[in-house]
T-cell receptor, first 108, second 113 residues
Framework: SQQGEEDPQALSIQEGENATMNCSYK?????LQWYRQNSGRGLVHLIL?????REKHSGRLRVTLDTSKKSSSLLITASRAADTASYFC????????FGQGTTLQVKP | DSGVTQTPKHLITATGQRVTLRCSPR?????VYWYQQSLDQGLQFLIQ???????AKGNILERFSAQQFPDLHSELNLSSLELGDSALYFC????????????FGNGTRLTVT
């Protein structure tokens, strides 16, 4: 299926450390997006990277996309306790399909 | 605040019943999406509308239907409800029909007893 799969499923780090989450997918895409969800709330869009882009930055976020390997990574630098949330990649190949997410816990 | 409004926030109903979930998209957005989120299935894409027309369909059950009205608000109708339909239902909107970030509402939590 087109669905992205995030890795790891769960990640626990200390405040100030970097967090890296990976996403793999199976089919061709137009773009890949990353979202964040705080418990029980709606998802919040973080970054959209198009299939012809390789890297994108937004504040402390860095996203890479490797279409040859059908994979993407989200790096959060200098993490904060407030970054604790679930992070989802979503692949757009005509429908926006979300992966199962990575649960990130940042300990103060 | 995403600008997407979903009502009601919570809904408790019995098996076999029918419910309607409502979504008002962010001002200026023409696309509306519906997603179902449950613990075992994750976030499942149900359906997308763009300016009143169905644009893409996901794993939406035949018991479920949706529409987008001329004022761009959307409704998701769930009928013959089963216990397994208990989930968080999200509406999201975007400006275009593709290559656009989605803006999510806070969801409707449906509990079927």
């Amino acid at each position: 299926s087109q669905q992205g799969e995030e890795d790891p499923q769960a990640l626990s780090i200390q405040e100030g450390e970097n967090a890296t989450m990976n996403c793999s997918y199976k089919t061709s895409i137009n773009n890949l997006q990353w979202y964040r969800q705080n418990s029980g709330r709606g998802l919040v869009h973080l970054i959209l990277i198009r299939s012809n882009e390789r890297e994108k930055h937004s504040g402390r976020l860095r996203v890479t996309l490797d279409t040859s390997k059908k994979s993407s990574s989200l790096l959060i630098t200098a993490s904060r306790a407030a970054d604790t949330a679930s992070y989802f990649c979503a692949t757009d190949g005509g429908k926006l399909i979300f992966g199962q997410g990575t649960t990130l816990q940042v300990k103060p | 605040d995403s600008g997407v409004t979903q009502t009601p926030k919570h809904l408790i109903t019995a098996t076999g019943q029918r419910v309607t979930l409502r979504c008002s998209p962010r001002s200026g957005d023409l696309s509306v999406y519906w997603y179902q989120q449950s613990l075992d299935q994750g976030l499942q894409f149900l359906i997308q509308y763009y300016n009143g027309e169905e644009r893409a369909k996901g794993n939406i059950l035949e018991r479920f239907s949706a529409q987008q009205f001329p004022d761009l608000h959307s409704e998701l109708n769930l009928s013959s409800l089963e216990l397994g339909d208990s989930a968080l239902y999200f509406c999201a909107s975007s400006v275009g029909w593709r290559d656009s970030p989605l803006h999510f509402g806070n969801g409707t939590r449906l509990t079927v007893t």
